[in-house]
């Protein structure tokens, strides 16, 4: 019974150019969420969402980032015209649902390092 | 501001000694859960305690909560090396059940 599974682990990109950062749930899973980690530092919310919908995308930045989950995939987090903040560990959650004693599992995360 | 401190921000202790690391939050809150990060990796989940609990075990680890004072402590009991990591706290967002506030973490690193 897999985890979460995230992928790249490892992604190296340059100033201007985008990053696609993948994540499959867990089996049965369909609420998935994306957080951001600096170096120590606490995971900081960036997006929640469901099949095909974006429930609470409250910690993403305006500009350049953007999450999907479709109908058929993994869930994608997308950075347009990364900038040397961008450089961080994405980590991805998944639940079975909402409710207060349904704790998130995480994948390993993708590290992230802008050029 | 972070919903969830923790404190203290670094232990060092040996093997066998017992690690207690705190908690405090700001909100009213449902319930508040522990995890913790090996180096590199993501987070695994160890405890959830309710609002309407004060205290709950699983194997070492030992949790309380105090919602008067707002703080929660993890006490990891008879530490092993394989406990290095970092342990955060979470509460679910005051009115959203659904994104976890992180603390900072306390790093924890036990000697053999």
């Known amino acids: 019974n897999a985890g979460v599974m995230q992928n790249p682990r490892h992604l190296v990109r340059r100033r201007g150019q985008e990053a696609r950062l993948r994540c499959s749930p867990m089996?049965?899973?369909?609420?998935v969420y994306w957080y951001r980690q600096l170096p120590e530092e606490g995971l900081k919310f960036m997006v929640y969402?469901?099949?095909?919908?974006?429930?609470?995308e409250s910690g993403m930045p305006k500009e350049r980032f953007s999450a999907e989950f479709p109908k058929e995939g993994p869930s994608i987090l997308r950075i347009q015209q990364v900038v040397r903040g961008d450089s961080a560990a994405y980590f991805c959650a998944s639940s079975p649902g909402t409710g207060e004693d349904q704790p998130q599992h995480f994948g390993d995360g993708t590290r992230l390092s802008i050029l | 501001s972070q919903q969830g401190e923790e404190d203290p921000q670094a232990l060092s202790i040996q093997e066998g000694e017992n690690a207690t690391m705190n908690c405090s939050y700001k909100?009213?809150?449902?319930?508040l859960q522990w995890y913790r990060q090996n180096s590199g990796r993501g987070l695994v989940h160890l405890i959830l305690?309710?609002?309407?609990?004060r205290e709950k075990h699983s194997g070492r680890l030992r949790v309380t909560l105090d919602t008067s004072k707002k703080s929660s402590s993890l006490l990891i009991t008879a530490s092993r090396a394989a406990d290095t990591a970092s342990y955060f706290c979470a509460t679910p967002h005051y009115g959203n059940t659904d994104k976890l506030i992180f603390g900072t973490g306390t790093r924890l690193q036990v000697f053999p």
């Open positions: 089996k049965g899973h369909s609420h």
């Open positions: 909100t009213s809150i449902n319930n």
């Open positions: 969402l469901q099949k095909e919908n974006i429930i609470d």
């Open positions: 305690i309710r609002s309407n609990e």
